[in-house]
């Protein structure tokens, strides 16, 4: 079974509290596209990161609203920044590195919620059935970029909302020659 690869670049997930302060309250989102993920989607709206040792533009809030805010980022935007972010899931946020966000209405001092997410494959139970594999799973996935690469330790997220897809940060996606069309991978059991 071929498992579609998509670059998860840079972005932020919100709280609601933070995003009033960012945004203002109020502030209507405007969505700019869908992702691949059912429920998730990109806004039009981006903030800034500041670090003590650089900022970083642009960067894309990503909705629905979260209990926790949450920057996600690639380990050459944290050597920009001057941080240094653990490799995590999305959520175990607890003891992670720390960054200020700068909206246009207002900024945040985030004390904890910035991580380079660990590789992962998202996919609903039947797929996980299929493939003879259960969430938190690691696993090495063989990927058809310029440069062939098999990536270990690629963790397995199961739920029943999920659609199937592997994500990447920036940095692997550049590792392997990946860009946004058309790569696939293979799950090899570890």
């Known amino acids: 079974m071929k498992i579609p690869i998509e670059i998860s670049a840079r972005h932020i997930h919100l709280s609601k509290p933070h995003a009033q302060v960012l945004f203002g309250a109020g502030h209507e989102f405007k969505v700019l596209k869908e992702l691949s993920q059912p429920g998730q989607f ?14 970083i533009d642009n960067v894309r809030y990503l909705g629905p ?14 050597r920009k ?26 900024e945040v001092d985030l004390k904890e919620g910035v991580i380079i997410a660990l590789r992962h494959i998202h996919m609903d139970p039947i797929t996980a059935e299929k493939l003879g594999v259960k969430d938190g799973d690691r696993v090495k996935v063989d990927v ?4 062939d690469l098999v990536f270990e330790n690629v963790i397995v997220r199961v739920r029943d909302d999920f659609k199937l ?7 692997e996606a550049n590792a392997a020659g990946i860009d946004e069309e058309n790569h696939f991978g293979e799950l090899i059991k570890a």
């Open 42 to 55: 990109a806004y039009v709206e981006t903030v800034k990161l500041v670090g003590p040792k650089g900022e």
């Open 65 to 78: 609203f979260r209990a926790r805010t949450q920057v996600e980022i690639s380990e050459t935007d944290a």
């Open 81 to 106: 920044l001057g941080i240094d972010p653990p490799f995590r899931r999305s959520g175990d946020l607890t003891g992670s590195a720390g960054v200020k966000i700068v909206g246009p209405k207002g």
């Open 144 to 147: 058809d970029g310029v440069r």
């Open 165 to 171: 897809s592997m994500h990447l940060d920036t940095d």
